[in-house]
């Protein structure tokens, strides 16, 4: 498909276009290689984003355990656009955590690789078939649970982040998993400033912060979440794990760097970044 923005390096892909940038990040990611450069012309709108992340999803060898939602700054937002972006979970991506194990994550040596300290929802119901609009307090009604976590925020691109939105919708919206800590009692008592969160790598202070720091809060995240996958024909359905956004910040990290996200009372979560490459090799031989 020609586009007058294609000189600009930006597009409109079609479905082949679609599929071949799907077929080198997920090759990518399987390897556990890195990347120099996007693999084609970078989508022009999410839209078109999202077309290259769901040819990703059918490509994939694992199920969706849930997805992460991630914060679009105001200056990279499409006119009258989402302020939020959602990418996939999967479920071998998924690592429990407990306050005395150290949990071993890829990194993708070359690529981008952060920690962020989050809240997660899981669902205890389907969404309904065909409804594509949530108020926060609709979404609030599916929720079973809240726990606290660490998104493995990752890709075999080092400039996703530097790229904008549609790039890192393109690619699973730059996650590589989640480490789900324990459940969070009686969430629904805690006003969001008391759910509060210091992140450490290999023992500095990177960031604190709380659930009064996302954007509208937990509730407007996770509304946004089931109206956008609903949206991309991909309903939220019970046990769905929902990553709300980084309380702490976006905390870059590499092979070899311990992390810790400490929530006081709520528990602990400590981890280790090693290089993806191996954990590919042990996946695909297995």
């Not at 000189?7 to 892909?13: C, K």
Request: charged share 20%; hydrophobic share 45%.
């Amino acid at each position: 498909m020609n586009d007058s923005s294609s000189e600009a390096g930006i597009h409109m892909p079609d479905a082949g276009a679609a599929a071949a940038i799907a077929k080198v990040f997920v090759r990518a990611r399987r390897e556990g290689e890195a990347l120099g450069a996007f693999p084609g012309a970078i989508p022009a709108t999410l839209e078109n984003a999202y077309r290259c992340q769901d040819q990703a999803i059918r490509d994939w060898p694992d199920t969706i355990a849930g997805w992460k939602v991630g914060y679009i700054a105001p200056a990279q937002r499409e006119a009258g656009g989402d302020e939020r972006l959602v990418g996939p979970v999967f479920t071998r991506n998924v690592r429990h955590a407990d306050t005395h194990s150290v949990v071993e994550f890829p990194v993708f040596a070359g690529g981008f690789a952060a920690v962020e300290a989050e809240f997660v929802f899981r669902l205890g119901a389907d969404a309904p078939a065909g409804k594509t609009h949530w108020s926060d307090d609709e979404a609030a009604a599916l929720v079973a649970e809240l726990h606290i976590g660490i998104e493995t925020a990752g890709s075999p691109l080092a400039t996703i982040n530097a790229l904008g939105p549609c790039v890192v919708v393109s690619d699973f919206g730059n996650n590589a998993g989640l480490i789900l800590g324990p459940r969070i009692t009686d969430w629904r008592s805690f006003p969001e400033f008391a759910l509060a969160c210091v992140t450490f790598v290999d023992g500095r202070r990177v960031g604190e912060g709380s659930a009064a720091a996302v954007a509208g809060g937990l509730r407007a995240s996770l509304a946004f979440a089931l109206s956008r996958c609903a949206r991309n024909g991909r309903a939220l359905r019970a046990g769905d794990l929902v990553t709300t956004g980084a309380v702490t910040g976006i905390h870059e990290i590499t092979s070899g760097q311990d992390a810790l996200a400490d929530f006081g009372a709520l528990g602990t979560i400590r981890c280790r970044a090693v290089e993806a490459r191996a954990f590919a090799h042990a996946r695909n031989g297995a």
